[in-house]
């Protein structure tokens, strides 16, 4: 949008700031600084309004402000409640479309500081009867933005807005751990193969193969809650740089109590105000276990992948449920289309990961003047961490079927069955049978018996694949 577009979309206030004057639509709540944000940033497309918990991590921070503020005397209290009226508006879900500028900015954030401020400066003042521009009675920066610095205020909203998120991201990982470990108890009986570097290994039920599942990513719950708390160290009071300048010895308690309150998670401020203003490293760790999790789920597609591959020329020990037609050319074929696509939101995830690192490691002395690109990398891993796990679990984990015939076909047809043999047969001579049942292409159970190396009913009793996929002692 330029400025003579929006000159000609109706009705216009004059707003002016450092730089000059602009028109602002009448109609819109945000200001002259969000206008100059929206011709200077259209780099990803990506808006603010796309991440509703970080608007609603904004409101919550300048709702506590404001309260803080009031209580200690220094905000006109008919302005402050107006402004904390604008902020349960917004966090409950009113007013999103007018957070337009882009998630990827310059200015450590400040773009988006500024889009909160006037928006609810704007909506305030229709609260006390004013009209939209009229700042002298609730001003963005002299009073939405009283004692905050973009530097405290955006930090402390990610935060908000990451914990929240993450919880999400939690609940969303439990349901498919449990639709996991539902499929786990279903094919507890079905014997198969285990495979190590692709090759034959020993017997397994393919119940245990999908319990694995189930068991690696409830470890990434704990992982993401464990991280998850440190984003409760928040730095509000820190203003600029962390010394607390144009804000009240008492402010930053005071104001940590009320966020805490208003948003029910329980933030604490942090132990040194310089230093949390200036290091990231919160973002580096809950980005990481982002990461993490997203490798597994990788993995567990690819493993799907494999073990769905034919129908007739591939492993086929499961089948996966059918989405959509796989090819223009080949009737018939049905590809994995939904593993497919978390693989490539874990590839996502990982370049993400690598740009908050960088980031990160681009901040210097008080600040670092990065962090909207670490915001927007975590929100959008997370954000495609949750449809991408919703979307595996529902229409591709809970429909999965087992071919139990063909599990254990490649069972009994298997070499990796001689591994059984080594404590009765010994090594050397194990390894003859697998050498022989390769050359010849018999089976291991045959061999033996040729060989007159064990009786066939103490064989048999050896080789009962369901013997083979637990400890048991030796006799």
């Known amino acids: 949008m330029n400025r003579k577009t929006f000159s000609q979309s109706g009705e ?9 004057e602009m028109e602002v639509p009448s109609t819109h709540y945000y200001g002259i600084q969000t206008l100059r944000a929206v011709e200077n940033f259209g780099i990803s497309r990506s808006k603010l309004y796309h991440y509703p918990q970080f608007i609603r ?48 900015q310059g200015g450590a954030g400040t773009s988006t500081n500024m889009n909160a401020n006037e928006v609810i400066a704007n909506r305030a003042l229709e609260i006390m009867g004013f009209m939209k521009g009229d700042y002298t009675h609730c001003h963005p920066n002299n009073h939405v933005n009283l004692s905050q610095s973009t530097n405290d205020a955006y930090p402390t909203a990610l935060k908000i807005a990451l914990y929240r998120s993450i919880g999400e991201l939690i609940n969303a990982l439990k349901e498919l751990v449990v639709a996991f470990r ?156 939904i593993p497919e696509v978390v693989n490539q939101i874990a590839y996502k995830v990982i370049g993400n990961d690598l740009t908050v690192t960088m980031a990160s490691e681009a901040g210097q002395l008080q600040l670092n003047v990065m962090e909207p690109i670490i915001a927007y990398s975590v929100m959008e891993s997370i954000e495609m961490l949750i449809n991408g796990i919703n979307t595996l679990r529902s229409r591709c984990v809970t429909g999965i079927t087992a071919n139990r015939d063909r599990c254990r076909e490649m069972v009994l047809n298997s070499i990796g069955l001689v591994t059984a043999l080594n404590p009765y047969l010994g090594y050397e001579n194990s390894t003859r049978v697998a050498a022989e049942a390769l050359r010849t292409g018999k089976g291991v159970y045959d061999i033996v018996l040729e060989n007159k190396l064990i009786e066939k009913e103490r064989l048999e009793e050896i080789l009962k694949p369901e013997k083979m996929i637990q400890p048991r002692k030796i006799e």
């Open 12 to 20: 216009t206030r004059t707003e002016h700031d450092l730089i000059g």
């Open 57 to 104: 991590g904004l409101a919550d921070v300048k709702a506590a402000a404001a309260m803080a503020n009031k209580e200690l005397g220094l905000l006109d209290p008919v302005i402050a409640d107006a402004i904390v009226t604008a902020c349960n508006e917004i966090k409950a879900g009113h007013l999103h479309d007018q957070f337009v500028v882009d998630m990827v």
């Open 182 to 337: 539902k499929k786990g108890e279903e094919f507890a009986g079905v014997i198969k193969m285990g495979r190590t570097q692709l090759q034959d290994a020993v017997p397994m039920t393919l119940g245990q193969e999908f319990e694995a599942f189930a068991t690696t990513l409830e470890e990434e719950v704990s992982r993401l809650g464990e991280n998850r708390k440190l984003l409760l160290e928040i730095n509000m009071g820190a203003t600029a740089i962390g010394t607390g300048i144009n804000a009240d010895p008492e402010y930053t308690a005071v104001c940590t109590r009320y966020l805490a309150e208003i948003s029910g998670i329980d933030v604490v401020p942090a132990a040194n105000l310089i230093e949390a203003t200036g290091d990231t490293g919160v973002f580096i760790m809950n980005s990481s276990v982002i990461k993490r999790l997203a490798v597994k789920l990788s993995k567990i597609c690819n493993d799907l992948r494999l073990l769905s591959s034919g129908p007739r020329t591939g492993l086929n020990e499961i089948n996966l449920p059918p989405m959509q037609p796989g090819s223009s050319i080949m009737p018939g074929k049905v590809n994995p289309v």
